[in-house]
């Protein structure tokens, strides 16, 4: 699976359910939101926009996604908003395979420059992404368990420490035929408890 | 790395943070615990004996691990009790390199008998575990962000659905120097925001 095959099995609507740990409270912080994700394909103009953004030539991009997303937190303040939009642009590095490259993009949540992230494709065919911001750092790791469950995991570094770990669980909307039926309270099967 | 030192990597005290999400309530519960992990050479009597009570030859186990953990979650019962321990015997199936193989378990949470799981490391050195039960099988995979921070996400799926997806951050006792300090409300930095 290539990366850009990746984003397509992405497209749709998706109920994210959060978690995230902040490593020095020893707290977790729990939210939801709801994600909606269209591919792009390379000759998109927003596509092509982003591209020259960063001096980029747009006849090496083989496309990207429009993301939009809506969400809370449980430590939200008042006038805490998580309702946000990004487009990136996918740009390979490894010769036309396309399971390794740069991600550009129009803008990262925390600030408003223009941002380039490395993106990877693993052994197991789950998406990794680096990005690295002025004053933090961010890796993040996508994994499909089906065509409908999406989970993805990533650790925040500000200062050079770690700073949160977040885990997401994503439910593809309209078809949660995937959906266990026989929750019940967890059991520690794990050999390390 | 192979999966022995992975092991002696996690020899110690561990605090861990738990966030379990159950799937089909849509809904996230957290729990901590505190893990020791003792590494075990391949002459120990306890590894010894989990291969025997396998069938296995000892001389092909190059050793394992005693864990021990003591923890509780949010949702449970009065009488519930998270208290366990466990052996296990490592036997590489890879001619010797160590990076896969048979893990041999004295006895699951869930039932009594003997379990044996196949674990693997990734290209990324991160071990996965899968252990196949009568009635569910878990994935789990576990890293090392810092020397002092292990991460592990595990999915269980019970009768052919997925029923939980977990999330653990763990933190080494006694030695808390990765500890971010600039914990704050998480951002949406994600490009899936």
């Given at each position: 699976?290539?990366?850009?095959?990746?984003?397509?099995?992405?497209?749709?609507?998706?109920?994210?359910?959060?978690?995230?740990?902040?490593?020095?409270?020893?707290?977790?912080?729990?939210?939801?939101?709801?994600?909606?994700?269209?591919?792009?394909?390379?000759?998109?103009?927003?596509?092509?926009?982003?591209?020259?953004?960063?001096?980029?030539?747009?006849?090496?991009?083989?496309?990207?996604?429009?993301?939009?997303?809506?969400?809370?937190?449980?430590?939200?303040?008042?006038?805490?908003?998580?309702?946000?939009?990004?487009?990136?642009?996918?740009?390979?590095?490894?010769?036309?395979?396309?399971?390794?490259?740069?991600?550009?993009?129009?803008?990262?949540?925390?600030?408003?420059?223009?941002?380039?992230?490395?993106?990877?494709?693993?052994?197991?065919?789950?998406?990794?992404?680096?990005?690295?911001?002025?004053?933090?750092?961010?890796?993040?790791?996508?994994?499909?368990?089906?065509?409908?469950?999406?989970?993805?995991?990533?650790?925040?570094?500000?200062?050079?420490?770690?700073?949160?770990?977040?885990?997401?669980?994503?439910?593809?909307?309209?078809?949660?035929?995937?959906?266990?039926?026989?929750?019940?309270?967890?059991q520690y099967f794990s050999v390390f408890g």
């Open positions: 699976m290539d990366a850009m095959e990746f984003f397509r099995q992405s497209t749709g609507k998706w109920r994210s359910q959060r978690t995230t740990h902040h490593l020095a409270f020893r707290r977790s912080e729990t939210g939801e939101s709801e994600i909606y994700v269209e591919a792009l394909p390379a000759d998109d103009p927003r596509i092509i926009e982003i591209c020259q953004m960063h001096e980029h030539d747009p006849a090496t991009s083989v496309g990207g996604a429009y993301v939009t997303w809506q969400g809370s937190m449980g430590w939200d303040k008042e006038d805490e908003d998580h309702t946000g939009s990004t487009v990136f642009a996918l740009v390979p590095t490894d010769d036309g395979i396309g399971r390794k490259g740069v991600l550009l993009r129009e803008r990262g949540y925390a600030e408003i420059v223009p941002v380039a992230g490395q993106y990877e494709m693993d052994d197991q065919d789950c998406l990794i992404l680096i990005t690295d911001y002025d004053s933090m750092s961010a890796i993040e790791r996508f994994s499909f368990p089906s065509n409908n469950l999406r989970m993805r995991t990533s650790t925040v570094k500000r200062f050079g420490g770690f700073s949160t770990a977040t885990f997401c669980t994503e439910f593809r909307i309209d078809d949660n035929a995937d959906a266990g039926e026989n929750a019940e309270s967890p």
